[in-house]
């Protein structure tokens, strides 16, 4: 077979879950512009339809646990103590990761989220008798309760601001674009803070915000390739999730630690959501 005449490689894919949200259609539209195939899942076919290709995934943990093996993909997420391991000065308030069952014996009032899935609803609670059932050992953040006036979801890539978009104002859902937000030098100065000072994956999806009263502080991590975009730049975060949810033997070095998936592909994760996500963070 002559050079003109051998099959092209197959383009790179973008699959997405059957679970259809703004965010997959807008990247999916930015994947297509870029030349990339886009797939949605619909069962095992189309794994084995894919098998042997360069595919990146956006959609849910629970999801990409039961497909990254047979993908060979490499999931980045922030661990879950992470928040908790941040010098005070990015959360201006105490973190601290413990288990349901410590949680449970705490005075409040308090806040407390599942740090990766969604075993029960993020919230404040008066005292650990009222947070909402889960098993003992389920891995709880617990902080001291603060209160945002705005909320700004920050997309990064090689420690830097790749693109940002508000998301909510008092708590309430507000996306806006961050150049039109009046806050916008003030997050892209937080940002550089937190690149400098924070441990991350070189893709990752960090929410900030704005206290009441003043001062900035470090909201939350997400997985980037769960996380919506919001009134960002698709193209910007595109380029973030196909870096944190691509082939496993692409892979850096410093990311390593990052992995979702231990050890070698085929060793499903076991962090599993199991309700859920906030409707603000999806």
């Known amino acids: 077979m002559t050079a003109s005449r051998r099959r092209a490689p197959a383009a790179p894919v973008l699959l997405t879950s059957a679970q ?3 965010t997959a259609v807008l990247l999916n539209g930015a994947a297509a512009r870029r030349g990339l195939e ?15 290709r360069s595919v990146h995934w956006y959609g849910g943990p629970r999801t990409a646990d039961r497909v990254a093996g047979p993908l060979r993909l490499g999931l980045l997420d922030p661990p879950d ?7 005070r000065q990015l959360t201006l308030r105490g973190i601290e990761l413990t288990t349901h069952a410590e949680a449970s014996r705490r005075t409040g009032p308090f806040f407390a989220k ?5 075993s029960f609803p993020p919230g404040v609670v008066a005292c650990g008798a009222q947070l909402p059932p889960a098993a003992p ?12 006036v705005a909320e700004y979801r920050l997309f990064l890539l090689d420690g830097a601001l790749s693109t940002a978009t508000r998301y909510a104002v008092h708590g309430r859902l507000d996306p806006a674009p961050l150049d039109d937000d009046p806050y916008a030098p003030d997050v892209r100065a937080f940002a550089a803070r937190l690149t400098a000072l924070a441990p991350l994956p070189s893709a990752a999806a960090v929410d900030v915000g704005r206290l009441d009263g003043g001062g900035w502080a470090v ?3 997400n997985m980037p390739y769960f996380a919506h975009c919001y009134a960002a730049d698709p193209a910007a975060v595109l380029d973030v999730v196909l870096r944190a949810a691509g082939p496993y033997g692409r892979v850096q070095d410093s990311d390593r630690r990052f992995l979702r998936v231990a ?3 085929g060793a499903l994760g076991a962090r599993e959501p199991q309700g859920p ?6």
């Open 81 to 87: 103590d992470w928040p908790a391991r941040l010098p």
């Open 38 to 52: 886009t797939v949605t899942l619909t069962g095992p076919d189309t794994l084995r339809a894919l098998a042997g």
């Open 277 to 282: 996500r906030d409707p603000l963070r999806l």
């Open 114 to 118: 599942p740090p990766s899935d969604k």
């Open 263 to 265: 050890g070698e592909p």
């Open 219 to 221: 909201v939350e991590a």
């Open 20 to 22: 259809r949200t703004s």
């Open 137 to 148: 050992q389920t891995p709880v953040l617990v902080s001291e309760v603060v209160s945002f």
